[in-house]
Nanobody, 127 residues
Framework: VQLRASGGGLVQAGGSLRLSCTNSRGTLSRYAMGWFRQAPGKERQFVAT????????FHIDSVKGRFTISRDDTSRTVFLQMNNLKPEDTAVYYC?????????????????????WGQGTQVTVSS
């Protein structure tokens, strides 16, 4: 697995971005996927996760209704659609993969359970 995150940038408050995370070495269909973020001087924070089947998702309260995680296993990509962005969403966003097996509906919230990480993409929201 080699994950590459993209889609970050500078946006005004209230704007939208869509982050993508692609595996350049094969399928992601046996992996639960997660998005995390890390602001300067802060610990890495869980944002959202999606099961290997795509049937279950979980988002932290502060992004519910604004962010949506999804996956397209045909393109080996996981997305994080971010709407109504706020300055407090400013951070480096990381995607991660946790091997759970084919057909698993588990969602993984603990960053220490993830096996593979992308390089991060910067999201900056101006007020």
């Amino acid at each position: 697995v080699q994950l590459r995150a993209s889609g970050g940038g500078l946006v005004q408050a209230g704007g939208s971005l869509r982050l993508s995370c692609t595996n350049s070495r094969g399928t992601l269909s046996r992996y639960a996927m997660g998005w995390f973020r890390q602001a300067p001087g802060k610990e890495r924070q869980f944002v959202a996760t999606i099961s290997a089947t795509g049937g279950r998702t979980f988002h932290i309260d502060s992004v519910k209704g604004r962010f949506t995680i999804s996956r397209d296993d045909t393109s080996r990509t996981v997305f994080l659609q971010m709407n109504n962005l706020k300055p407090e969403d400013t951070a480096v966003y990381y995607c991660a993969a946790d091997w759970v097996g084919f057909g698993s509906n588990a969602v993984i919230l603990n960053l220490y359970e993830y096996d593979y990480w992308g390089q991060g993409t910067q999201v900056t929201v101006s007020s």
